[in-house]
RNA sequence: GCCCCCAUCGUCUAGCGGCCCAGGACGAAGCCCUCUCAAGGCUUAAACAGGGGUUCGAGUCCCCUUGGGGGCACCA
């Protein structure tokens, strides 16, 4: 594939939260600019006020941050080809359609949206393909000028070829031929005036020097339009990739709100920002999504830079995907474990204290290695390690009791490991476990049923990291003092 | 209804006419390791949607069927 140096654009509408979808087409965009030495723009499209979300972009901006993806141009950052909100580009596009109407391409149309949505019903009860009527098309353009200075509402529409084809290449899915009589004379600018996302992105695109277009499947069905338009301005077209959705987990339809938020309960979501809150960290979540869609032969784990080595337009496939849950877990956890130990443990740190907890950098580092791959997801450290940050632990009667013993047997065996580790002179791990390993041999007992009573009494739970590291870091003190308070709960 | 796209293990995918009795990963099952839970190692089960062509030869090319998805706005 070639080398040269491509100028691609990520393009979301500030409508909503930024989601797996646009922040897979953000990433192949970031990857593709990355491999080639290219640039990579952020530009929003915000034609739509009736949609406009507060603070959406800022999410998308936000989220493309925490990931990663850094682009070199953009709205809140500035660049050559700005400005970068498609509303602040007003006088482009105006300029633009202009020039369209001035070589026929396209013409003012003074239809109501109401005549409009009536000519509508009416197709439909006939049973016929809803189209526009084009009774505006053959308006001189001298009556047209005399109405349009008058103050008359009107838009612009796309003298589409009502006869013949229209061939659109995409890169991954060859040659895509319409019939033009499918085709309607697309509105370009709205009756305020503004542009639709037709016009908007391609004279954008064309602007901005974009060489490769990535976008959704949703597309699709007026790539063609799109391509006439270009051809009608004369302009050299992009690389047009149109990526699939996501399906959900079942891989039947598109993901629901509803579906949306069951997997939020089970701690999954298809939004960015929920994915940071649940404790999944970039790496995985971008190595996750990056291969649903771009298959990769083997060595799927990769970070951000070696994707952008690897990476090829001629690698990704056309066929949407299902999401897949428990793989995002596995690459997860897999990228924490690949973490170095204090890049962890800094990572860990917030949630630690989010949980009211007293943390100290001393024993931070020295729990991260002991947690570190029992971790799914950054909140788990949680589970495993919050009772080296607290003074005491509460372990319950009956999970002190070790499986076919009873209360007064494991009392006497919590006693007698006190003794024990009370004779050392200090209770790391080389000194506390030989001694120990040599009592479960006297008693006859499995070594996890008296390491069990232990671990309980010792950590407050019946799963936790390996005991002895753990005694080692909790100290002597407080191990002498949880392990007399379980035999006191025993023998009450 | 009309138009367009897609189709390899349950899931994500490799495969771009012979290298494939189809490879990897997640998940599943079993074994090993083991103080719990993990992690790790080894092993197993698991797929070319169906039918026609083209070709000496098809998962790979063409057509049809079926299934799935997307679109048919002064929304993106």
Redesign the pocket.
Known sequence: MTAKPVRVRF???P?GHLHLGGARTALYNYLLAKKTGGKFILRI?D??Q??YVEGAEQEIIDGLRWLGITYDEGPDIGGPFGPYRQTERREIYQTHAKSLVDKGAAYPCF???ER?EKV?QEQQKR?E????DGICRNIAPEEAARRIAAGE?H?IRLRMPQEGTTTAHDHI??D????NK?F?DA?LV???G?????F??MVDDHEMQITHVFRG???????PLHVNMVRAFGWEEPVWI?L??F?K?T????MSKREATDALKDGHSIFVKDLKDLGFIPEGVNNWYA??????????VMALDQMAQRFSI??L????????F??L??FN??HI?LLPTAELARRLKPYFRADGLAVDDDTLLKITPLIR???VTLDDCLA?GAFFFKETVQPTREDLIAKDLDAAQSAAIARRAYQILEAQPDISHARS?APMRAYVEETGL???QV??II?VAVTGQ????????SMEVIGREKVLERLKKAAEILEN
């Open positions: 393009a979301p509408s409508t499209e034609t739509d009736k949609r239809c109501s949206a409009l509508r049973k393909t809803p189209h526009y509402k838009v899915r060859g895509i031929t319409v019939d499918n309607d509105i709205k009756t305020d503004l542009p639709t996302y037709h908007a992105a499947v949703e597309w699709l069905s007026t790539f149109h699939s959705i399906l987990p891989g039947k339809g598109k291969l649903m869609g771009w298959g990769v032969a083997e060595d799927e001629d690698h496939t056309p066929s949407p995907a299902a999401i897949n428990q793989k877990d596995h956890g897999t474990r791959e029992r971790l495993f476990e499995s070594p996890n390491f069990g671990r019946k799963v936790s990291p390996p005991l002895f590291e």
